[in-house]
Nanobody
Framework: QVTLVESGGGLVQPGGSLSVSCAAS????????MAWFRQAPGQERKFVSA????????VYADSVKGRFTISFDNAKKAAYLQMNSLQPEETAIYYC????????????????WGQGTQVTVSS
């Protein structure tokens, strides 16, 4: 089972930027996609972005297009999410996910999950 560990969450002011990271370890040979989801209190987990293991293909939720950038370092087996112009409603736990079914916004398509990292957007 792949292990995913997120880092980089924290407190940021509205309009600010923050980057979160996800390091993958264990059996990764079958993984072809890394993704980020977020879950706010009382809400369901929502798709944010996904990237192919090659780093050549990406997909974003409409709500973050133009503000968030996903990237992947194949050598380090690490995914990153650079988040700009953050707003208070984006306060959530951000989860890293790994899957073998291609770029998908559906949480059920991912079999590996990290423990999450808290991102709080507040003044």
């Amino acid at each position: 089972q792949v292990t995913l560990v997120e880092s980089g969450g924290g407190l940021v002011q509205p309009g600010g930027s923050l980057s979160v990271s996800c390091a993958a370890s264990g059996p990764t040979s079958s993984i072809n996609t890394m993704a980020w989801f977020r879950q706010a209190p009382g809400q369901e987990r929502k798709f944010v972005s996904a990237i192919s293991w090659s780093g050549k293909s990406t997909v974003y939720a409409d709500s973050v297009k133009g503000r968030f950038t996903i990237s992947f370092d194949n050598a380090k087996k690490a995914a990153y999410l650079q988040m700009n112009s953050l707003q208070p409603e984006e306060t959530a736990i951000y989860y890293c996910a790994a899957g073998a079914r291609g770029l998908s916004p559906a949480a059920g398509m991912y079999h590996g999950w990290g423990q999450g990292t808290q991102v709080t957007v507040s003044s």
